[in-house]
């Protein structure tokens, strides 16, 4: 049996040279295996046939061109696009000189920081206010305060009315509105009234910004939030975010519930004179009925979208924090879903006028229903140092021949010792629901004084407030509870109290309690207390890039009527505590969270009927700067 090995090798090193052919036989054995010289000569003649036929450099490591900037180039350049500083549309409807005791603020940094869920849950930061808890996570959550009921809260989405709309056309459930996609929340205190400003994002810097959240937790709860900016030196800058909440049915026989929030900005700020930008928020509530385990429907549900748009324009001649600033406005605001569908558009124009001691300002409004006009103005005055005024006052027409005007002013006086005290009335007649044709203005004279005191250890807060008769708005949702009784004129003491034994301890609350006169939907004496350790651990990260926080809180109140059932009858809530307990760690731009409610377990709800679990989230927080 025949047998060969042909081997081709170059004759030169290019591969295009001339090949010369060695061929190599022999005769194989009997049982077919090659002669021991063949073999051997074939298995060294291989490689070399290999290299021979295949160029050293025709076959790369790696295909892919070799990135041109490295990440270390990647990193600093983001670093310098960070510190980079660019225009932005001002805030609107928080100009001028405020005087102190009259707003909490609330900024990104501290929203993060906080055990809050949702803007509900921030609301309660504020002393007084009681939230009609329908449920766990993901249902309704209205804030009432001082006996008010659902017209005790008003609302601002960047500057604009953020009026109720939908199956429940009088008050607005904030629940809904994602706290991820809000940059700033501003709540000012009036007696008898807390006016809350949400702003949503503005991206200020050079480098884009892009955040990722997960959480999840007892239940199968699922939660998940992205959102990305991104400016141009030319002005033109652009943002989009989204957040989802999915909480399944923690407990009763149904109660399961998902949240969508959309939100698109696009914006043309060439500089700090001129400026365009539109905003687009959409929420998307798939609330269903609440049934409890005796099969008892207490509340209806909720199913349809919402969605707030806004173009604002404004023109500033001189620039800067000073000056006088023209704004164009125009808004559009529909509901679709529970078989109910409206839609209310809004335009008009604010005009401001700041110097750094003082301030004047207006706005007026044209509405397409329930509210015609609605026309404001409001004045800020420091004169000297440690005084301060500030007032308002308003004019709405109302469809069938009705109207609400009113007036409120503010005053400050810093004392020694940094004591501090302020002062305010407010006084008018107010439709507290436009969209009920029979509601009909009621008279308001409510009074405040409060004195502060704040120092790097130790503060407090007192104030006196004095309500004036009101027949409060009940909570739609709510189909146990029909209504809220008439509120007589009513005196509320708050305290509010902060104490720091270390740098890295902090004790705070608040208690509330209405000292004469009846108001149903506030419990008659509500509290809020919290200890919170954190800590950056300085000796062992000198940069500040560790952060940890660790929270306990407890909330009480003592039984009250909240409000009336469809034969008039009172329905009475149980006092309760509540413990509540929060971990939060942070690296640089990465955050961990870890938050547990009703952590005792107890089965007093905070409207009767709708049951509180014992449950958690866990939860991460991903900023990016690249």
Known sequence: MQASISVTIPSGASSGANLTAISLSGRATRRGRLHPVLLALALLAGPVALRAQIPIDSVLPDTLPR??????????????????????????????????????????????????????????????????????????????????????????LDGFPYIPIGPDSVGVDPSMLALSLLDRIEIERWPGLLRVQLFTRR???????????????????????????????????????????????????????????YWLQGSYIPSANFGVQFDVLRVEPNRRPFVDSQLDTLDGGLKGSRSDAQLR?????????????????????????????????QGGLALSFRRPTYSIGGSALNRSRWTPFDVRGEAGWTPVAGVSASGEIGLQTHDYHRRSSWIGLRG???????????????????????????????????????????????GFEVSLSRTDAFRPIGFQPFLRIDS?????????????????????????????????????????????????????????????TFD????????????????????????????????RSLIEIQLQSFSIFWDRYNLDGTGKPFVPGFEIPRAGTFGVRWTFTN
């Open 67 to 156: 990135d041109s900037i490295s990440e270390t180039t990647r990193f600093l350049n983001a670093q310098k696009n960070a510190r980079i500083r660019l225009n932005t549309m001002p805030l609107l409807g928080v100009d001028g000189p405020r005087t102190p005791l009259s707003r909490f603020v609330f900024t990104r940094d501290s929203i993060e920081w906080t055990n809050a869920e949702t803007v509900s849950d921030l609301l309660q930061r504020v002393p007084g206010v009681f939230l009609w808890r329908g449920g766990w996570l993901g249902r309704t959550e209205y804030p009432a305060y001082q006996g008010r009921g659902a017209t005790s809260v008003e609302y601002q």
């Open 203 to 261: 991206h200020d810097r050079r480098a884009p910004r892009s955040v990722i959240g997960i959480a999840s937790g007892d239940r199968r709860i699922a939660r998940y939030e992205g959102s990305l900016e991104y400016r141009f030196q030319s002005g033109i800058g652009f943002g989009l975010g989204g957040d989802y909440l999915n909480s399944p049915t923690p407990a009763s026989a149904s109660s399961a519930a998902e949240v969508t929030n």
């Open 313 to 345: 324009l404004f023109m500033h001649p001189v620039g800067g924090a000073t000056g006088p600033r023209v704004d164009l406005l125009y808004g559009r605001t529909s509901w679709s879903g529970s078989g109910v569908t409206n839609e209310v558009n």
């Open 412 to 458: 400050g006086l810093q004392l020694p010792l940094s004591l501090v005290v302020s002062a305010a009335v407010r006084s008018g007649q107010v439709v507290a629901a436009p969209s009920i044709p029979t509601d009909a203005a009621q008279r308001i004279r409510d009074v405040q004084v409060a004195a502060g005191w704040q120092r790097p250890r130790l």
């Open 484 to 544: 809220i009784g008439p509120a007589s004129a009513a005196n509320w003491v708050t305290f509010n109290w902060r104490v720091a034994p270390r740098s890295w301890l902090t004790l705070e609350g608040w208690y509330s309690d209405p000292t004469s006169g009846s108001a149903e939907g506030n419990p008659p004496t509500h509290s809020l207390s919290t200890a919170t350790i954190r800590s950056k651990f300085w000796r062992s990260f000198p940069s500040g």
């Open 548 to 579: 940890f926080k660790l929270q306990g809180s407890i909330e009480a109140w003592s039984p009250g009527v909240i409000g009336r059932d469809a034969t008039g009858a009172p329905v009475t809530v149980d006092g309760a505590t509540y413990f």
